[in-house]
């Protein structure tokens, strides 16, 4: 018997999504195919800490969103991937607190 948990509908959407970077990364140059993987990588364990796995609203919008970016990486004319990090409320907070005084002064 196989001792791999079995995997339900968005989960095999996500793991789908996934191995489809993957495999449009083995397209790029090895020096941009290393980025991409390390951004994909990334992005995906970020999701998988922080978005809670009964918003599937959430999921959803994060499935359609990773789509649009496959199908533009699929395109040969496109040889980067940047990921996009917003950050919330509190984490701005922490970095205002962070500026020395000098900045506070001359820095909103």
């Known amino acids: 018997m196989d001792s791999r948990p079995k995997l339900f509908g968005i989960q095999k959407q996500v793991l789908a999504l996934y191995r489809g970077f993957l495999r449009t990364a083995r397209l790029k140059a090895p020096e941009e195919r290393r980025r991409i993987e390390s951004v994909i990588l990334a992005e995906f364990r970020d999701n998988a800490r922080s978005v809670d796995r009964r918003n599937f609203v959430h999921i959803e919008y994060l499935l359609r969103r990773g789509k649009?970016?496959?199908?533009?990486?699929?395109n040969p004319d496109i040889t980067r991937l940047a990921t996009l990090v917003v950050k919330n409320e509190q984490e701005k907070k922490?970095?205002?607190?962070?500026?020395?005084?000098?900045?506070?002064?001359?820095?909103p």
């Open 68 to 74: 649009k970016q496959l199908e533009q990486l699929k």
């Open 94 to 107: 922490e970095d205002k607190s962070d500026k020395t005084e000098d900045e506070k002064r001359f820095l």
